[in-house]
């Protein structure tokens, strides 16, 4: 009897042993990204819905116009798109809101790579969201961009905060005066002046310019003007409701991430549910710690023993974190440098370290700490008659 239930129960531990293997393979190949220590990605990444995004791309580097006119070449945005296309790169990212679209737009033109071989992203901007204006937002990015379709398009933001009104941006032939509502906008020479979209003054939340916009960016992915959409600046919370509503789901999330500044909670959320967190500001603004010899001890020991530089490093711990990046630069060097980042990889023991890094950015830019967006858990909404609460 002892025998027969030794043998049951180590039978028992056996195939106990077994599923828990099986169940670990199961993950492995249906969600590489599963737990925030097994995320390191490759060079591309591939969305839900099976768009392959390049891991690293420009971020809007250099000024230029939103309407194109002919004189891009002289646009600093243009010059630094084409000199990355000539360094290798494939994916570019920019926004209606920077009003300098033109410039890279007329870089793909005169690049001659075929437009298949790109990836191109722009952003519905705050003062556009809804469901007409956000319609409207994706045609005015393709007019600009001179496109037929933009690989991603994503809502630059999930709300405003009441301070940004009225927001002031450059002009753009596609919004006359009074466009939106009367007053909004109202151009004056080469910029304009926006006041909240009619969805906020709705539903000061802005849920429903939420949920309008991305109606709208729905239809347009189905429409084939876009092959993907998603998000920036949302919250668990925001990822979470959108789920319990059965929408479809972003593809990427946008949001600031670099060391010193990484939510591991949002990229576990994200591996789990199959959206790609995508790091719009990957050095902190070339935060000093994460881009100098000497900024950072941590940092720069882990460069010197690999013969690359700190911002190398600080991109290859977001790599290692399954994170994709946007950096700037206009700089030949500092483009080529941003890209080098697949020829080596970090130990865990070294992404821990590097986990641990405090590099304060934010602050009195007196002293060096305006580096880093505001803290969108921050932003507060308010009523017409002046209530004011955390935005959703």
């Known amino acids: 009897g002892k025998r027969a239930r030794s043998m049951t129960s180590e039978f028992m531990q056996s195939v106990a042993v077994m599923q828990r293997l099986i169940f670990a393979m199961v993950v492995?190949?249906?969600?590489?990204?599963?737990?925030?220590?097994?995320?390191?990605?490759?060079?591309?990444?591939?969305?839900?819905?099976?768009?392959?995004?390049?891991?690293?791309?420009?971020?809007?580097?250099?000024?230029?116009?939103?309407?194109?006119?002919?004189?891009?070449?002289?646009?600093?945005?243009y010059?630094?798109?084409?000199?990355?296309?000539?360094?290798g790169y494939r994916a570019f990212h920019d926004a209606l809101s920077y009003g300098n679209q033109a410039g890279l737009g007329?870089?793909?033109?005169?690049?001659?790579?075929?437009?298949?071989?790109?990836?191109?992203?722009?952003?519905?901007?705050?003062?556009l969201m809804g469901y007409n204006e956000t319609k409207a937002s994706v045609a005015a990015s393709l007019a600009q961009l001179q496109l037929d379709y933009i690989d991603l398009v994503m809502v630059h933001h999930r709300a405003a905060d009441v301070a940004d009104w009225p927001r002031t941006v450059n002009a753009m032939s596609a919004f006359p005066n009074n466009w939106a509502r009367p007053g909004s906008p109202t151009n004056?020479?080469?910029?304009?002046?926006?006041?909240?979209?009619?969805?906020?003054?709705?539903?000061?939340?802005?849920?429903?310019?939420?949920?309008?916009?991305?109606?709208?960016?729905?239809?347009?992915?189905?429409e084939g003007k876009?092959?993907?959409?998603?998000?920036?600046?949302?919250?668990?919370?925001?990822?979470?409701?959108?789920?319990?509503?059965?929408?479809?789901?972003?593809?990427?999330?946008?949001?600031?991430?670099?060391?010193?500044?990484?939510?591991?909670?949002?990229?576990?959320?994200?591996?789990n549910n199959g959206v790609v967190v995508q790091a719009a500001t990957p050095l902190a603004r070339s935060l000093p710690a994460l881009v100098k010899v000497g900024g950072n001890p941590t940092v720069s020991a882990i460069a010197k023993k690999y013969g690359k530089?700190?911002?190398?490093?600080?991109?290859?711990?977001?790599?290692?974190?399954?994170?994709?990046?946007?950096?700037?630069?206009?700089?030949?060097?500092?483009?080529?440098?941003?890209l080098d980042i697949f020829g080596f990889e970090l130990t865990e023991e070294e992404v821990a370290e590097l986990g641990q890094v405090s590099a304060?950015?934010?602050?009195?830019p007196a002293d060096g700490l305006a580096k880093c967006w505001a803290d969108p858990g921050d932003m507060m909404c308010g009523t017409p008659e002046g209530r004011m609460f955390h935005c959703p």
Not at 59 to 67: E, L, R, W
Not at 195 to 206: F, H, M, N, Q, S
Not at 312 to 335: C, D, H, N, W
């Open 28 to 77: 492995a190949v249906n969600w590489p990204c599963l737990g925030a220590g097994a995320a390191r990605i490759g060079p591309n990444v591939t969305l839900r819905g099976g768009v392959v995004m390049p891991s690293v791309g420009l971020g809007s580097s250099g000024g230029c116009h939103p309407d194109p006119d002919g004189t891009e070449s002289q646009c600093t945005g």
């Open 226 to 271: 876009l092959r993907a959409i998603g998000v920036s600046n949302w919250q668990v919370s925001n990822l979470e409701r959108m789920k319990s509503l059965k929408q479809e789901l972003p593809t990427v999330n946008q949001i600031e991430q670099h060391i010193g500044w990484h939510d591991d909670e949002m990229l576990e959320w994200c591996a």
């Open 309 to 338: 530089t700190p911002a190398q490093v600080s991109l290859r711990f977001l790599i290692e974190k399954g994170v994709t990046m946007v950096p700037s630069a206009t700089s030949a060097e500092y483009q080529a440098e941003n």
């Open 79 to 87: 010059n630094a798109s084409l000199q990355a296309m000539k360094l």
């Open 106 to 127: 007329a870089a793909v033109k005169a690049s001659g790579i075929p437009r298949s071989e790109l990836f191109l992203m722009s952003m519905v901007p705050k003062y």
């Open 360 to 364: 304060p950015c934010r602050g009195n």
């Open 188 to 222: 004056n020479g080469t910029h304009a002046q926006w006041l909240a979209p009619a969805c906020a003054i709705t539903d000061p939340t802005w849920v429903l310019c939420q949920d309008e916009t991305w109606k709208a960016l729905s239809e347009l992915k189905a």
